[in-house]
């Protein structure tokens, strides 16, 4: 999965935030221009896109990111992307976020720099 420039009507684009929403750079600000997300609004579902607080922590990642997967398994009528969260302006690796995402369910794609991790 390379940049997702469009998405299907199921289809989701996750993305790293902040805890404020201010969506002004990286994946974030793609979200907010393209796919939905709401500006302010720094956690969950908005339009086509989730959200995820990047910027607060490794342990907020992990508990924010406990949120989405169980939503997604809440929804497996939706796909979603997932962006390589944590690894733009937050600082972290993929080595750091990958193993966040245990017991993904199938409808969540993530990124080969997670899976590879």
């Keep these: 999965m390379g940049h997702i ?4 009507p199921n289809e ?9 929403g201010m969506h002004g750079g990286g994946a ?12 302010g609004e720094g956690h969950g579902l908005h ?15 992990q508990r924010e990111v406990g ?5 997604a398994r809440q929804h497996p ?4 992307l997932v962006t390589e ?3 733009g302006i937050a600082g972290y690796t993929p080595t750091q976020i990958a193993p966040l995402f245990t ?4 409808n969540v794609v993530l990124p080969e720099s997670f899976t590879a991790a």
């Excluded at 420039?5 to 299907?8: A, H, M, P, S, V």
């Excluded at 896109?49 to 607060?56: L, N, V, W």
């Design 12 to 20: 989701v684009f996750v993305f790293g935030s902040n805890a404020s």
């Design 85 to 87: 969260i944590g690894c």
């Design 28 to 39: 974030a600000r793609t979200a907010h221009q393209k796919f939905g997300a709401v500006w």
């Design 47 to 61: 339009g086509q896109s989730y959200a995820i607080d990047t910027m607060s922590g490794l342990d907020e990642i």
């Design 67 to 71: 949120t989405f997967l169980d939503f």
């Design 103 to 106: 017991d993904v369910p199938d």
């Design 5 to 8: 420039e469009k998405l299907e």
């Design 77 to 80: 009528e939706l796909r979603f």
